[in-house]
């Protein structure tokens, strides 16, 4: 069996994260108590209500100190991946996991990348929707039609063949929903707090470069596919992978088909929501997908694959 770590994205976060972990294995215990701000780190995950939760700036630090905290309890039962995959965000878990960034390195940068991404909008009027059952180049040439210099959308998301997501102004993005409903093309609003991925994510993008030339980065022991380029690559320049993640299209489509040509044949998800498990329901339906966001998940892979 090939192996791979799947990590979810913003979006895929919840109250009380964490908390059956804590109580539950000392193990789980023993990594949020030695988080830095680890009291803090705590306080969100396991008492903040939805809404404090869903903003950028604690969503980010909470969600990967969450995917690492369970790879590690995964490792632990020698549970190693073959491959590895994150969605936004969780591509930083991914690093972690690879040994690309240290623990310390990766809370301290999902908190900043969080931080910047919120300011980089603050007072911009955005929104962001999912367009299903079109094409990138269907919806690049209507983008180019209505989008001007200053206020603008671009795709930042293709998760599936079957679903694109866009972000930019609402002002656009109404446009945009109005000419793809005389197509005939459905399309969903998303909850979000900000256009990212990207052009409008230039300053976090500024932001991440000048904090990487202050941290190492190892290189990969276990191949990652990267959101930027929709594969894996042993010679890619990880800190401006990084850099350009947060402001150019995340193409989780290409990731996911390579990592299923590549031999993957079963995927662990390390979040809410099922994200990745409905994407490959459609994409790969014999692949097993075992989602683990809840301790009692955590405690059924390990039976189901040391069992």
Known sequence: MKLGF??????????????????EDPSARK?????????????????????TLRQTENTQVVLVAFQTMITDLLTEKGMVPNALCGLSIGEYAALYTSGVLSKEDVISISRLRGEAMKNAVKGIHTSMIAVLKSNEEEIQKILDEINTKNVFAEIS????????????????IEMLTRRLKEK????????????FH???????????????????????????YYNLT??????????HTMVEQVRQKVRLADDLKNM???????????GHQNVFKKILKKMAPKIPVYTIA???DYKNVLGRFHG
């Open 6 to 23: 799947l990590y979810a994205g913003q979006g895929s976060q919840k109250p009380e994260m964490g908390l059956d972990f804590y109580r």
């Open 31 to 51: 990594f949020y108590d030695s988080l830095p701000d680890g009291h803090l780190i705590k306080d969100l995950s396991f008492y903040s209500n939805e809404e």
């Open 157 to 172: 998301n293709i998760n599936s063949p079957d679903q694109i997501v866009v972000a930019g102004a609402e002002s656009v």
């Open 184 to 195: 005939r093309i459905r399309s969903i609003p998303l909850k979000v707090s900000g256009p």
């Open 198 to 224: 990207t052009s409008y994510m230039n300053p976090a993008a500024t932001t991440l470069k000048e904090l990487f030339q202050k941290i190492p980065f190892q290189r990969e022991r276990i191949p990652i």
């Open 230 to 239: 929709g594969n894996t690559s042993p010679l890619i320049d990880i800190k």
């Open 260 to 270: 299923i040509e590549d031999g993957v044949d079963a995927f662990i998800e390390i």
């Open 294 to 296: 809840k301790y009692e």
